[in-house]
């Protein structure tokens, strides 16, 4: 969480210098979640749909925060049918229809949206909103094939069907791997070429030798017989 809070700083003195720029400003809405400033993340996302009303994740990221907090639903829907229409094939999206839909009270046609989502993209989320849904269609038998499949933990209530995990996911404070933080751990950036395996002719390691931190530079090489960058710099 202060990780979220610091990176949401940054990005709020960056915005006081381009506060016209898209890109910033959804990762500032997205941060704004975490912390649970939905204030910011509206106005932040509308913001974006102004300057860039093509950004489909943008149109998406709203629909799906009103329907996830079951808030303005049909306003919800609108958005993310927005979202579909500039981006069709975007399975992240037909799960937030299918989330919608189900908010709405409309089971089958959630299904229809979920199933296709799932289908396509085998996403633990995505399973997550399916399983969910297919329980409270009565069909617990292929909730619990789907989250097994997903390898999703869920525990079963007797009110239903709530998760243990989302709340973490939602609000920032769920712990992954990434996440891992040791006494004297340290980070490496890689560059590789540009051209998918294609091969750094030079790089100048003295550029980056004065920066905060800086340990080495190491060039790294492709294994034989392995199919991937054939030199990278890290």
Known sequence: ANRDREA????????????EQPDLLYDYAMLAERLDRVDILE???RKV???????????????????DRNQR???ARDLIQRA???????????????????????????????RRAYSGRPDPEIAAHLGEVLWVSGDQK??????????ET?????????RLDIPNKVNGSAQYAIDTRLPGMVYAAVKASPVPWGKLKIFNADAIKDQPGFIAVVELRAVEGKRGQPDMQD
């Open 8 to 19: 949401f700083d940054v990005l709020g003195k960056a915005l006081q210098a381009q506060p």
């Open 43 to 45: 106005t932040s996302l």
């Open 49 to 67: 749909i102004a300057i860039r009303p093509e950004f489909a994740h943008a149109y998406n990221a709203l629909g799906y925060s009103l329907a």
């Open 73 to 75: 639903l049909p306003e």
């Open 84 to 114: 579909l229409q500039l981006a069709p094939d975007d399975l992240f999206i037909a799960d937030s229809m299918g989330w919608v839909l189900y908010r709405q009270g409309l089971v089958k046609e959630a299904l229809e949206w979920l």
């Open 142 to 151: 292929e909730a619990e094939r789907i989250w097994k499949e997903a390898g």
């Open 154 to 162: 869920r525990a079963i209530k007797n009110t239903g069907t709530q």
